[in-house]
């Protein structure tokens, strides 16, 4: 099954809203990442936040971790019609002696002019 | 700087057919990915590598194999087609698990 799930599946709002996008995984990690896929085409990777960090920030993204409780959020502030896109939160869990990049089944976001 | 560069783009196979799909990075890293995405699913690790000769199990590795004879490439076979294996086909590749690059795709069609 996939180490992070994002909740909620989809979101509609309209221009200049907020947009909360939340995710939550099962093991420990060392890192969580958040990744945006405009449709037809590749992740991009957006932000990542370590273990021991509780709160990142780059430009209108603001990305939270809490490890107690296993889970992280994605705030957009004042939302773009091109903010349109999937989300997905990635993490590392390690496999053995290696470690791999599990990924969630993502947030659909529309952001409606 | 090409990224990460996948080739074929798109592909259709007849059922039983085989065939390769190659990634290739000039980053120099040492994490190469591919991955498989279906329509309202995430993505899910095919098979995963952390350096040249060497490929890991991923969450869903049956029905394909990979290899990794240069650092800068990660092929993955499919040896018989089965329509269970329509999906669009990202390879990604990070540096140690972190910030990963990803390739635009590829749509494969089994018939």
């Known amino acids: 099954s996939q180490q992070g799930e994002e909740d909620p599946q989809a979101l509609s709002i309209q221009e200049g809203e907020n947009a909360t996008m939340n995710c939550s995984y099962k093991t420990s990690i060392n890192n969580l990442q958040w990744y945006r896929q405009n449709s037809g085409r590749g992740l991009v990777h957006l932000i990542l936040i370590r273990s021991n960090e509780r709160e990142k920030h780059s430009g209108r993204l603001r990305v939270t971790l809490d490890t107690s409780k296993k889970s992280s959020s994605l705030l957009i502030t004042a939302s773009r019609a091109a903010d349109t896109a999937s989300y997905f939160c990635?993490?590392?869990?390690?496999?053995?002696?290696?470690?791999?990049?599990?990924f969630g089944s993502g947030t659909q976001l529309t952001v409606l002019p | 700087n090409a990224g990460v560069t996948q080739t074929p783009k798109f592909r259709v196979l007849k059922t039983g057919q085989s065939m390769t799909l190659l990634c290739a990075q000039d980053m120099n890293h040492e994490y190469m990915y591919w991955y498989r995405q279906d329509p309202g699913m995430g993505l899910r690790l095919i098979h995963y590598?952390?350096?040249?000769?060497?490929?890991a199990k991923g969450e869903v590795p049956d029905g394909y194999n990979v290899s990794r004879l240069k650092k800068q490439n990660f092929l993955l076979g499919l040896e018989s087609a089965a329509p269970s294996q329509t999906s669009v086909y990202f390879c990604?590749?990070?540096?140690?698990?972190?910030?990963?690059?990803f390739g635009q795709g590829t749509r494969l069609t089994v018939v």
């Open positions: 990604a590749s990070s540096y140690s698990a972190r910030e990963a690059f």
């Open positions: 990635a993490t590392d869990g390690r496999a053995g002696s290696a470690r791999q990049l599990t």
């Open positions: 590598s952390v350096g040249e000769g060497t490929t």
